[in-house]
């Protein structure tokens, strides 16, 4: 499967962000979608999953009551509601599936094989 994420820009803080990734290929309800970001100097880190079913989604606590992800199979699109965006959530966020991880691990970058380019979400403080 491809992605392709969209959506990034710059908010000032406090602002919202929606984030879209969209799959091109077949059976994209057969897979699990993460959001990872890396910020600039950092490592790249988890920030939200989905299951294949589009059941409870996964959250970094850093970004717990703030985003919201979900996902519309009909369309072959995630999304990563982003509200009251701060500094430390700038970074280039990047989309992320595959269709052979289970829930317990749905965290786990290793574990995802397909990746679509990244989208800049920049916040000004």
């Known amino acids: 499967v491809q992605l392709q994420a969209s959506g990034g820009g710059l908010v000032q803080a406090g602002g919202s962000l929606r984030l879209s990734c969209t799959a091109s290929?077949?059976?994209?309800?057969?897979?699990?979608v993460g959001w990872f970001r890396q910020a600039p100097g950092k490592e790249r880190e988890f920030v939200a999953a989905?299951?294949?079913?589009?059941?409870?989604?996964i959250y970094a606590d850093s970004v717990k009551g703030r985003f919201t992800m979900s996902r519309e199979n009909a369309k072959n699109t995630v999304y990563l509601q982003m509200n009251s965006l701060n500094a430390e959530d700038t970074a280039v966020y990047s989309c992320?599936?595959?269709?052979?991880?289970?829930?317990?691990?749905?965290?786990?970058?290793?574990?995802?094989?397909?990746w679509g380019q990244g989208t800049q979400v920049t916040v000004s403080s």
């Open positions: 989905i299951s294949r079913t589009g059941g409870r989604p």
């Open positions: 290929g077949r059976a994209f309800s057969t897979y699990a």
């Open positions: 992320a599936a595959d269709s052979r991880i289970i829930w317990s691990s749905l965290f786990k970058m290793s574990n995802y094989g397909s």
